[in-house]
């Protein structure tokens, strides 16, 4: 599985934090979920945080979905 890439954050002096992928928006968070992604961010891989917070992530069924037949054109 491919490792995820492309994502960056910033954090802002008002402690929000807005996260993109591929310089586009991915969300921006505020508070206490700020914080809490701060911390993580810090203790694991960024990229995979990133991720796992955007929602942006390979869930394993691409395959399956893309195969479907209201999928194929």
């Given at each position: 599985m491919a490792r995820?890439?492309?994502f960056?954050?910033?954090?802002h002096a008002d402690g929000t934090?807005?996260?993109t992928h591929h310089g586009r928006p991915a969300t921006?968070?505020?508070g206490g979920r700020a914080e809490q992604f701060l911390a993580e961010v810090a203790s694991g891989d960024p990229q995979l945080v990133m991720a796992r917070w955007t929602g942006n992530?390979?869930?394993g069924n691409e395959r399956t979905a893309?195969?479907?037949p209201r999928?194929?054109?």
């Open positions: 995820p890439h492309g960056l954050y910033v954090t934090v807005r996260i921006t968070l505020h992530y390979k869930r893309r195969d479907h999928n194929r054109g």
